[in-house]
Each structure stands twice: as structure tokens, then as C-alpha cells.
């Protein structure tokens, strides 16, 4: 699968942004999807995941009861919805797939695609 992520941009602390991720290829519910981050001089950590249903969804705890991950299997789009932002949640944002057990995925190396990132800047 190809993915290709939008949305992000500038915005102040306490405002909202939505990333989009496109996916095309086939059998896109085969795949449990992921936004991850990186900021300048960390390593890459997984924000959101969601299974192929969408009816299951993990936040790591910075963001949780921010940020709302959503798929959309009959257009082929994965969403975040990053609301109250802040700058610390400054970062490239990567929307990623992989086939697997949506339960044990957590890290980067688990997961095979990847778009091409878009950058979230968060000013105080």
C-alpha cells in the first residue's frame, strides 16, 4: 500500500489541525494503520493506532483525550484529529500501515509502509 499524508501546518498552542492519510492500493481493511511522530533529535514514537474496523484505537498518554484517530475503509483514508494542541506536540507527522496484530503493534520497525510526513509546528 502507497500512503501519502496532509494537513499539517502551523497553529497555536491550545488550537486544531486534522491530518489525512490517502492510501491506495488493494485490501486496505487488511491493514492496521498508525500516525507516528518525530521531532528534531528524538527518535520516532507511535501517536495513534487503530485496527482494520476502526472499532479498536490506541493513544500513548501524551495525547490522550487530544488527539482522535478515524479510518474511513470505503474512501481509503485514516484521519487525526489533533485537537488542544501544544508545542511539545511539535513534529513530522507519518500516517504508516502493516498487516499484523493490531494488539502487539507498536513500534516503527512493525511497520513496512509509510507516507511521506508532514510537518505539525505548534507556537506558543
Known amino acids: 500500500v502507497q500512503l501519502q499524508a496532509s494537513g499539517g501546518g502551523l497553529v497555536q498552542s491550545g488550537g486544531s489541525l486534522r491530518l489525512s492519510c490517502t492510501a491506495s492500493?488493494?485490501?486496505?481493511?487488511?491493514?492496521?494503520m498508525g500516525w507516528f511522530r518525530q521531532a528534531p533529535g528524538k527518535e520516532r514514537e507511535l501517536v495513534a493506532a487503530?485496527?482494520?474496523?476502526?472499532?479498536?484505537?490506541y493513544y500513548t498518554n501524551s495525547v490522550k483525550g487530544r488527539f482522535t484517530i478515524a479510518r474511513d475503509n470505503a474512501k481509503n483514508m485514516v484521519y487525526l484529529q489533533m485537537n488542544s494542541l501544544k508545542t511539545e506536540d511539535t513534529a513530522v507527522y507519518f500516517c504508516?500501515?502493516?498487516?499484523?496484530?493490531?494488539?502487539?503493534?507498536?513500534?516503527?520497525?512493525?511497520?513496512?509502509?509509510w507516507g511521506q510526513g508532514t510537518l505539525v509546528t505548534v507556537s506558543s
Open positions: 487503530i485496527n482494520w474496523s476502526g472499532g479498536s484505537t
Open positions: 504508516a500501515a502493516e498487516v499484523g496484530q493490531y494488539a502487539t503493534m507498536r513500534a516503527p520497525s512493525q511497520f513496512g509502509s
Open positions: 492500493g488493494r485490501f486496505f481493511t487488511s491493514y492496521v
